[in-house]
Nanobody, 123 residues
Framework: QVQLVESGGGLVQAGGSLRLSCTAS????????MGWFRQAPGKEREFVAA???????NYLESVEGRFTISRDNAKNTVSLQMNSLKPEDTAVYYC?????????????????WGQGTQVTVSS
């Protein structure tokens, strides 16, 4: 079992920055790929970013260059630094853990999910 707890959401103006963090407990964190997903009202949950056990990353095209995913295996945390935020980034953001070392863009590949944290970007 893996428990995930997100923090760092909030309200920010367009162009601003936020940093989301996710702390994991339970199963060995360092051998798990981690991901961030988001869900806006009335929309499907979508992939945002993923990081493998070794630090390889991939991103949703619309956030490439603005968002950075990172992990600290010593602290069992994964973070999402979000810069140049846009109103269309408004959503509930979820941290997810995968039983496997490689990152994935597919929601179905992740077995564990956090409760989500709200990010609201005002125009």
């Amino acid at each position: 079992q893996v428990q995930l707890v997100e923090s760092g959401g909030g309200l920010v103006q367009a162009g601003g920055s936020l940093r989301l963090s996710c702390t994991a407990s339970g199963r060995t964190f360092s051998s798990s790929a981690m991901g961030w997903f988001r869900q806006a009202p009335g929309k499907e949950r979508e992939f945002v970013a993923a990081i493998s056990w070794s630090g390889a990353t991939n991103y949703l095209e619309s956030v490439e260059g603005r968002f950075t995913i990172s992990r600290d295996n010593a602290k069992n945390t994964v973070s999402l630094q979000m810069n140049s935020l846009k109103p269309e980034d408004t959503a509930v953001y979820y941290c997810a853990a995968r039983i496997g070392m490689n990152g994935s863009m597919a929601r179905k590949d992740y077995s564990y999910w956090g409760q989500g944290t709200q990010v609201t970007v005002s125009s």
